[in-house]
């Protein structure tokens, strides 16, 4: 993406993770700030969360409410090729930093807005929150054991997806582009991201009338797949269709379940799911898990380690594939960030610059886009900068 610039608006975390996307292949991001650091808003400049999701940028300070502000903002956006903002639906208009606004002298813009519902509709004005979303994207409904309530999942999947679809959807803007020769507006929404999300469990709805409910560690509708418990710990087991069920069985010492009226097929599996989970759970505790792991994959049956995420990050697969990369933070020295999950064969990405200081940039941006010294000087005494 290297000649690509990206205007950055966005904050905390669903409007970062699409940059991100942008800037881990080389795109020119230009991470737009207030004069006064407002980092707090996706936690201490110095922290995890900040340092990952904001490398890879160049810093400028702008006060887009003062008229210097936003004028050097919208001569900036004269030259941009994308801009991602993760404001409430309204205050892009309020600014006049619009879509609509800003394509009237850069018709080759793409603009991605990120909100919590959506930039229109009942409940557009809303204030977004990721667990917000999960709820009323029905994600909390189906995760977590039966009888005990909702449950949120452990990581803020309605931020990430959200701020992933948007990226997905300015590289479609960028590829249509080609043709066109103009940008368009990009929308979507932690909401959106949240339902498509729900995948096979909403395709049983919309489908079937099936309202899916919670089911724990074990799979809705493939059995038995689950967690179970072995003689050090715990594992997971994914069983699906009849010939791996056969393999199942053979690992097990338990051939004989493969012809057992209880189990014989799915359908019987999944009735009578509770009794098979616990004849397999007797047995699997007799062993540890590396051991049923090592028996379970040598003859085909997938089965995993539940690694808590130090184990993750030690697994020598996962150090193979990159996914900690090193970078030296201006604020914590040598450290390690969470690398890009795809690989080209002639494009890779790479984290080249940390997370920038506040401002680290902005003379430079400026005098770019044709600032003077003295008008620089006088944008900072005004406080613009």
């Excluded at 490398?55 to 001569?75: E, V």
């Excluded at 229109?120 to 990721?130: H, K, N, Q, S, Y």
């Excluded at 710990?233 to 994914?238: T, V």
């Excluded at 990369?325 to 790479?350: C, H, N, Y």
Aim: aromatic share 6%; net charge negative.
């Amino acid at each position: 993406m290297r000649g690509i610039r990206v205007l950055d608006l966005t904050r905390v975390r669903s409007g970062p993770t699409c940059v991100r996307q942008l800037a881990d292949w080389g795109a020119d991001v230009i991470k737009i700030e207030a004069p006064v650091d407002e980092a707090q808003f996706g936690g201490p400049r110095h922290g995890p969360d900040f340092q990952n999701l904001h490398r890879n940028k160049r810093s400028l300070t702008l006060d887009l409410k003062s008229p210097d502000g936003l004028a050097a903002f919208k001569r900036l956006a004269d030259t941009a090729d994308i801009i991602v903002e993760n404001f409430r639906p309204d205050v892009k208009n309020r600014l006049g930093i619009d879509y609509e606004t800003l394509s009237l002298t850069n018709p080759k813009l793409i603009y991605a807005s990120i909100s919590g519902f959506g930039q229109d509709g009942p409940l557009a004005d809303r204030p977004g929150f990721d667990q917000i979303a999960q709820g009323m994207g029905g994600l909390m409904s189906i995760t977590g054991e039966p009888g005990r309530g909702p449950m949120r999942v452990g990581i803020p999947i309605a931020d990430l997806c959200a701020g992933l679809f948007a990226a997905q959807g300015v590289l479609i803007a960028l590829f249509e582009r080609q043709s066109s020769g103009r940008g368009q507006w990009v929308q979507t929404s932690l909401l959106q991201a949240q339902v498509f999300m729900l995948d096979f469990q909403a395709a049983r709805f919309l489908m079937d009338g099936d309202v899916p409910k919670q089911a724990g560690n074990n799979h809705p509708t493939t059995i038995p797949t689950g967690v179970f418990k072995t003689h050090d710990g715990y594992m997971n087991i994914a069983v699906t269709g009849n010939q791996i069920w056969r393999k199942f069985c053979d690992s097990m010492g338990r051939s004989d379940w493969a012809t057992d009226e209880r189990y014989v097929n799915a359908a019987a599996r999944s009735k009578n799911r509770d009794a098979l989970n616990a004849e397999i759970e007797t047995i699997t505790a007799t062993a540890t898990t590396a051991d049923w792991i090592e028996r379970f994959n040598a003859a085909g049956v997938p089965a995993g380690e539940i690694n808590d995420i130090g184990q993750v990050f030690s697994n020598p697969q996962v150090r193979h594939l990159g996914l900690a990369q090193p970078v030296i933070s201006q604020e914590r020295g040598a450290t390690e960030l969470v690398g890009q999950p795809i690989i080209l064969s002639r494009t890779p990405s790479m984290i080249a610059t940390p997370p920038p200081l506040a401002g680290q940039h902005t003379t430079d941006i400026l005098t770019e886009i044709g600032y003077t010294e003295a008008q620089i000087a006088a944008m900072k005494a005004s406080g613009a900068i």
